[in-house]
């Protein structure tokens, strides 16, 4: 399986390491500690040594009950650092955001996935992306994340999530984009209750009837802290296994913030698969 995005090409017959650079002073796990241009470079050079396949640079918190930020001050958090980092890494740099105006700034700058958590749904997003080479992963979210954890609801959200995914591919292959461009992300944390976020890993296998790579975002989510009651510091180990059980039955992107010790447990899946 081929993921095509700018000038990579990803042969994801393993499972892909996706190293999280929050340039933001309010993410729910890091917020601050990279909020400078030279700060963020510095880990993302880090996260490129443990071995991340992939840097998804980001400028602004999507955590529940997040404060929203100007077009210009996401811009200024997330195009220097993509600009300095694309001089000096030779792996895909992912933007983390849903602004069009950001896609395109940083599309311009090097970046070589979209990674938005609308699913391309806002104004100029999908055009953008079209008229680009670049790859995109698109994610459900139930609300947005000011109202997102205000007693989220599903029928079924196994389904219901699958549908919404299938419905957004469709735009996307009617808008030019190739399906070897495109990444589904169920969006762990996104409008889901703990009992969601777990039928949806017990269901995991079942989103390859979508035929699209899989990415998965669980570090350190509160999913995992309501399991086993640490807080999003101390999350480390639960976030490792929730990568290994998701690879181990289908994902081929993990979106992490420990890259290190993800790379070495996912070399154990990559051995026992084969």
């Not at 040594?49 to 404060?67: F, K, Q």
Request: aromatic residues 4%; proline residues 4%; charged residues 20%.
């Amino acid at each position: 399986m081929i993921f095509n995005c700018g000038k990579f090409q990803l042969n994801l017959n393993r499972p892909h390491v996706m190293g999280i650079v929050n340039v933001t002073p309010d993410s729910f796990s890091d917020g601050g500690k990279f909020a400078q241009t030279n700060l963020a470079v510095e880990h993302a050079l880090k996260l490129v040594e443990e071995g991340a396949d992939i840097l998804d640079v980001g400028g602004e918190s999507t955590r529940p009950n997040a404060v929203p930020v100007s077009l210009q001050e996401e811009l200024d958090r997330v195009i220097p650092v993509i600009e300095v980092l694309v001089k000096q890494i030779n792996i895909p740099l992912s933007i983390d955001t849903y602004k069009s105006q950001v896609m395109q700034a940083a599309i311009a700058a090097g970046a070589s996935i979209v990674n938005d958590i609308r699913a391309l749904q806002e104004s100029d997003a999908l055009s953008i992306v079209a008229a680009s080479d670049a790859g995109v992963c698109l994610m459900h979210m139930q609300g947005t994340p000011q109202s997102m954890q205000i007693n989220p609801q599903y029928t079924d959200v196994v389904s219901e999530v699958k549908a919404f995914l299938q419905q957004r591919l469709e735009v996307c292959e009617a808008a030019d984009i190739a399906r070897d461009r495109i990444l589904l992300d169920p969006g762990f944390g996104f409008g889901k209750t703990r009992a969601h976020n777990i039928a949806l890993i017990q269901h995991l296998a079942s989103f390859s009837s979508l035929g699209q790579p899989l990415l998965v975002g669980l570090s350190r989510k509160s999913v995992l802290g309501q399991v086993t009651g640490h807080d999003v510091d101390a999350r480390l180990y639960a976030s490792v296994a929730a990568s290994v059980i998701s690879a181990m039955v289908g994902a081929k992107i993990l979106r992490v913030h420990d890259v290190k010790a993800t790379v070495e447990a996912l070399k154990v899946v990559v051995a026992i698969q084969q």
